[in-house]
């Protein structure tokens, strides 16, 4: 990517309420439908999708890794926001959508959105982490998951 790119704008802060019904992740700021604008980048595109598929991690170039950084821990911030007002959405695999989407084989200065993203998660787990009996909590969602196996069973 050519270095001359204008300097990425910060996603606005926001929360996700469902309202009627829960909210789309379209509504990430780096989640791209091609029937909607790009939120973050208005006139380029991201080498992968072109704008012409649906994209959850749509992030064009940038000329500065350390500001690509800042936007990434600032989508971190987005997705947890997200998840914890979409509890609809827990265990549905966002973040497997949103790095499949992710270019790691990036070695442009763009590679800051993925690496602040990351850095950001691991954050919020470790802080997650620090409350949770991990091990205790791993056997309550298995004992879940075979009760909820054992119930579609009993009910065929």
């Not at 029937?35 to 649906?54: H, I, M």
């Not at 084989?105 to 590679?111: G, L, N, R």
């Not at 991990?134 to 119930?151: H, I, K, P, S």
Request: charged share 25%; with cysteine; proline share 8%.
């Amino acid at each position: 990517m050519p270095r001359n790119h204008p300097e990425a704008p910060m996603p606005a802060r926001r929360h996700y309420p469902p309202e009627v019904k829960p909210v789309s992740l379209g509504e990430l700021p780096f989640v791209h439908r091609p029937e909607e604008a790009p939120k973050l980048f208005s006139e380029r595109q991201c080498a992968r999708c072109q704008g012409k598929v649906p994209c959850h991690w749509h992030f064009p170039g940038t000329a500065a890794y350390s500001r690509a950084c800042v936007i990434g821990y600032e989508c971190g911030a987005h997705l947890a926001q997200y998840l914890k007002d979409q509890p609809r959405w827990r265990c549905h695999g966002v973040l497997r959508r949103i790095l499949a989407d992710a270019d790691f084989q990036d070695e442009t200065e763009s590679q800051g959105y993925v690496v602040g993203f990351i850095a950001y998660i691991e954050r919020l787990f470790r802080f997650a982490a620090m409350e949770v009996d991990v091990f205790e909590d791993v056997d309550q969602t298995y004992a879940y998951y075979r009760e909820m196996g054992l119930r579609a069973r009993t009910r065929s």
